[in-house]
């Protein structure tokens, strides 16, 4: 038995990126917690955003 809980894996040091950016232009967007980066597109060039 361990104390590690089951499927957490590894996680990162500090807070869980906040902020979507945009591969093709580098424009950033606040990130809403219930929506994945990927579902929203860049204003500028609606580029699908990727998570920071
Ligand atoms: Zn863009």
């Not at 089951?6 to 996680?11: A, D, F, N, S, V």
């Not at 580098?26 to 929506?35: H, I, R």
Request: glycine share 12%; net charge positive.
């Amino acid at each position: 038995m361990t104390d590690t809980p089951p499927g957490e894996g590894r996680q990162h040091h500090g807070n869980p990126p906040s902020k979507c950016v945009c591969p093709q232009c580098g424009y950033k967007a606040d990130k809403s917690p219930a929506v994945p980066c990927w579902s929203m597109r860049c204003p500028k060039c609606e580029t699908m955003m990727v998570g920071g």
